[in-house]
């Protein structure tokens, strides 16, 4: 039976991937882990520890004590926070990852879940259509961390087998966990203010229009990809993964279908220049080829079920 590590296990992906993975491989079977600490709420449904992906030893002694045999290690700051504090976002975003890769390549662990972004790709990357392999000149910390994290991934894989899988996220929208200060984030909290205010601010310009997810494809996109056989992944630094691109007007559209009274006005601020610098749409041939990847949302699905469940959630507050 696998026992599975999540570091990170509070933010906007782990929170709802803890979850999908307890149901998949049992409560017992997933440690979730964040720096916060150990609460009723986060050791009622499972295993927890309160820990700082930092801290190589403890990472270890965690491994050890629960005979972790995959790791999915989601801590990171995201794009636009990484710049207000890029020599600390360089510091977590890599040295947690060499603890891991490490850890894998003594053997202690089986197999690693590390996510990339599309923040890897730059000014110079065709922005249609963007290709697996084409010019990757990151213009962010963060991209620049990730760009750096899937060479480092390739190269653990090739020099000592260690079995790493790796997605380039698009942008992440669910309604289960706040905006983590992603420069795509303007696509969690624009469903909130319509259902509480009937208006938003954007930061983006209203054509900026940037590749996008729902969280339930992206969670399956990350099992399907640690479950397939091993000879079946043929890219151990990060796979292009697509689900549907829009600008912040077009997801205005969607959402008047429902709230027809709902008001966008735009106040570009700097995250306007880190989504200049980031493809309008992915190509992700070989992610469909190699292990049989397809999304299920366009984004009419995903604001009819962002809209249901955030009025659900907010009815319940």
Request: with cysteine.
């Amino acid at each position: 039976m696998e026992k599975i590590l999540v570091i990170g296990s509070s933010g906007q992906i782990g929170t709802e991937l803890v979850a999908e993975l307890r149901a998949r491989y049992g409560e017992m079977n997933v440690v979730a882990s964040d720096l916060k600490p150990a609460t009723p709420e986060n050791t009622a449904i499972g295993p927890y520890e309160q820990l700082d992906a930092l801290d190589k030893d403890k990472v270890f002694e965690v491994v050890k004590r629960h005979k972790v045999t995959q790791v999915y290690l989601l801590a990171a700051l995201l794009s636009a926070t990484a710049e207000q504090n890029p020599m600390f976002a360089w510091k977590l975003n890599m040295e947690s990852l060499f603890h891991v890769l490490e850890l894998a390549r003594e053997k202690h662990i089986q197999k690693i879940y590390w996510p990339s972004s599309i923040a890897v790709f730059g000014l110079t990357t065709p922005r249609e259509n963007t290709p697996q392999y084409t010019v990757i000149e990151p213009t962010t910390i963060y991209g620049i961390s990730k760009q750096a994290g899937e060479r480092w991934c390739e190269w653990y894989f090739r020099k000592h087998r260690v079995d790493t899988r790796s997605l380039r996220y698009p942008g992440l929208i669910g309604w289960k966990s706040a905006p983590g200060g992603g420069t795509t984030d303007y696509a969690v909290h624009i469903y909130h203010e319509a259902l509480k205010q009937g208006k938003y601010t954007s930061f983006l310009s209203k054509d900026t229009s940037l590749p996008m997810m729902y969280m339930p494809d992206a969670l399956r996109a990350t099992i399907e990809i640690m479950e397939a056989p091993a000879e079946k992944i043929k890219i151990r630094g990060g796979y292009n993964l697509s689900g549907m691109s829009f600008s912040p007007d077009e997801i205005a559209a969607s959402i008047r279908q429902h709230i027809p009274g709902f008001a966008i006005s735009y106040a570009p601020d700097f995250r306007q220049s880190i989504a200049d610098s980031w493809p309008k749409s992915i190509d992700d041939t070989e992610a469909r080829q190699d292990w049989g990847w397809s999304p299920e949302y366009d984004l009419n699905k995903m604001t009819v079920d962002m809209l249901t469940n955030l009025k659900n959630l907010y009815k319940n507050l």
